[in-house]
């Protein structure tokens, strides 16, 4: 069982920026970052494959980076811009591919515990 620990969550103001990171006991070639606002469901940011090219959700596209350290098994997610509408629990995941399909949740199958961001106007 592969692990993911998250960590880098806090509270920023908006317009501010934060960094997440994620540091995976196996390599994956896919890592990805989802969220979970309170009162919503489990939704993707963005995607980063083993040859490092992203994928965003529109929410978030043009103010997110994501990027990855293969040989540290690491992925990160620079928010930026960040916006109250940020406010969630954000969470790694990753699948044993070599390349990422989609946002959607049911392609995971590895998951972290979560970081909590919290972005107040």
């Known amino acids: 069982q592969v692990q993911l620990v998250e960590s880098g969550g806090g509270s920023a103001q908006a317009g501010g920026s934060l960094t997440l990171s994620c540091a995976s006991s196996?390599?994956?070639?896919?890592m990805a970052w989802f969220r979970r606002a309170p009162g919503n469901e489990r939704e993707g940011v963005a995607f980063?494959?083993?040859?490092?090219?992203?994928n965003y959700a529109d929410s978030v596209k043009d103010r997110f980076t994501i990027s990855r350290d293969n040989a540290e098994r690491t992925v990160t997610l620079r928010m930026n811009s960040l916006k109250p509408e940020d406010t969630a629990m954000y969470y790694c995941?990753?699948?044993?591919?070599?390349?990422?399909?989609?946002?959607?949740?049911?392609?995971?199958?590895?998951w972290g515990q979560g970081t909590l961001v919290t972005v107040s106007s």
């Open positions: 995941a990753a699948v044993r591919t070599w390349s990422c399909v989609t946002l959607r949740e049911d392609e995971y199958t590895d």
């Open positions: 196996e390599y994956r070639g896919c």
């Open positions: 980063i494959n083993s040859d490092h090219r992203g």
